[in-house]
């Protein structure tokens, strides 16, 4: 009798332990504030938190048992929706290994319609090796985004303002330099100078950060229309030959003949190529070499722009942060005061804009070499 | 001495008084005869009355702003159809309607003001009057 009376005593104990674990587990998911939901292997949910009914509207009953890419549809800013095979669950679930594209929003449609910025993290449920399901959770990201926009906003507005005086000293300066207002001494002139200097350098910052803040803001507008690249390297050359023969740098230029037109916006090309030739002059050294080709790719039907120089190269270490806002290499901070740190970043906003691609190969104290393809599927002929 | 056989008058729209000045001074030094407005409103007045060569025009400014100041100019008579008109501002091309305006009147031109020089601006405007 003591056996059964103890068996009972343990069965109920075993039965409290796994209620009180299953309060625990309870009380642990609904205290999460991100959107959670399970999906079996088919995709089908089998648990939602309380932050998800409130996130996309729909009740825990409601969606049970249901395909959860029918019940929470994603689309991209502009409103197309993600398809099933896209949807990074369902590539989760096949066992694909997904990175998580952070730059890339997407929103989430509730059930009254409307829709959110969401960012998600989606992770495989696996048993003895096999994926059996798939947990999300997601955070809305509105206020992140409008905070990202002020901001951005912002950095428009300050830098708009700071053009004009700017323009001031600028032309006050050029009119003191010009003798308009009498005579300067050499050393009045040249302090003069290095006032005009610092204000032009501030100019091409506010620039600069315009560029950056018109991109983040997507308000930047591509022009494209067919252009002969081979002039628009040659005319960006003239405008740095000064720097050029100043550090008196071998500068070779060689492209093919029979390069023709291409559907690029000239102005925004024209910004990689100073970018470009102007970071090589900038740190290469006295009397080095730089080369700049361009070579048709009749095959792939790309264009490829190709500067390199003998300069002082790219820090292994930092090879992957060159394209970062704001990032400068420390083999050059030293060197080179002059630098925003912005040039790469725009350069490459734009080249992935234009649908080409942007890559380097570099070592430190042996050179850099930059390459930039641009496609060229329609072509037109000179 | 550069002989010349007519004095160009430029007429500058412009609020901020050391941006004004400095125009101002730049262009008497150049052999330009020059009339100043401080808003598009006054602006407009002086434009139709003296009827200068150019018009070289700031946006953002109080009373009136320089877009509007060339709508209403382009309504009037066939002078005021046809004076080219230099917008010098600050702003950038983000606003893509007031680009689109001023990309389809054909004798108006944008500048931004702290790319340009004065000397860079006195060729330009050379330019553009000698084409008339």
């Known amino acids: ?382 | 001495m550069i002989l010349k056989t007519k004095i160009s008058t430029i007429l500058i729209v412009e609020d901020e008084v050391s941006l004004r000045n400095a125009l101002r001074d730049k262009f008497i030094r150049k052999g330009f005869k020059i009339l100043l407005a401080k808003d598009g409103e006054a602006g407009l007045i002086i434009a139709v009355q003296e009827q200068p060569d150019l018009i070289l025009l700031d946006i953002i400014m109080p009373k009136m702003n320089g877009m509007i100041m060339l709508k209403k100019l382009r309504q009037g008579n066939k002078w005021s159809k046809n004076v080219p008109v230099v917008l010098l501002s600050n702003l950038g091309a983000d606003d893509e309607k007031m680009m689109k305006e001023i990309s389809e009147d054909k004798l108006a031109f944008y500048l931004v003001k702290s790319d340009w020089s004065l000397d860079g601006l006195v060729i330009k405007i050379r330019e553009k009057i000698s084409l008339i």
């Open chain 1, 1 to 382: 009798m003591n056996v059964h009376k103890n068996k009972i005593k343990k069965n109920i104990l075993k039965e409290f332990q796994s209620l009180q674990k299953k309060a625990l587990n309870e009380a642990i998911l609904s205290s999460i504030g991100d959107g959670l939901v399970v999906v079996d292997k088919e995709g089908r949910i089998t648990y939602v938190n309380q932050a998800f009914e409130k996130m996309v509207g729909w009740k825990s009953e409601e969606v049970l048992g249901r395909r959860v890419v029918e019940v929470v549809p994603r689309e991209s800013e502009k409103g197309e929706v993600v398809l099933f095979n896209e949807r990074i669950l369902t590539k989760v679930l096949s066992g694909e290994v997904v990175i998580a594209d952070l730059t890339n929003p997407f929103y989430y449609i509730r059930k009254d319609k409307t829709r959110f910025p969401a960012s998600s993290i989606v992770n495989p449920i696996l048993l003895g090796g096999e994926i059996i399901g798939v947990v999300e959770t997601f955070r809305d990201i509105t206020k992140e985004k409008e905070i990202d926009k002020a901001k951005t906003e912002f950095v428009s507005l300050a830098s708009h303002q700071l053009r004009t005086p700017l323009s001031t000293i600028s032309w006050y300066t050029e009119m003191l330099l010009a003798g308009d207002a009498g005579k300067l001494n050499s050393e009045q002139a040249k302090y003069l100078d290095e006032v005009y200097k610092g204000n032009q350098r501030m100019i091409s910052l506010v620039n600069a950060l315009l560029s950056v803040s018109r991109m983040d803001l997507g308000t930047f507008v591509l022009e494209p229309e067919p252009t002969d690249v081979v002039s628009l390297v040659k005319s960006v050359v003239i405008e740095q030959k000064p720097q050029i023969d100043r550090k008196k740098i071998k500068f070779s230029f060689e492209f093919e003949k029979n390069i023709p037109l291409i559907q690029v916006d000239p102005k925004l090309l024209s910004m990689v190529v100073q970018n470009l030739l102007s970071n090589s002059v900038k740190y290469t050294v006295d009397k080095g070499k730089i080369k700049i080709s361009l070579i048709l790719d009749n095959k792939k039907k790309t264009l490829l722009f190709k500067i390199s120089d003998n300069g002082y190269g790219i820090p292994k270490n930092q090879q992957d942060k060159i394209f970062t806002k704001l990032f400068r290499a420390d083999n050059v901070r030293g060197k080179d005061t002059e630098g925003t740190g912005l040039g790469l970043y725009i350069v490459k906003a734009i080249i992935d804009s234009s649908g080409g691609k942007v890559y380097f190969e570099s070592k430190e104290d042996e050179g850099t070499t930059f390459y930039v393809t641009l496609p060229c599927n329609s072509l037109i002929k000179k």
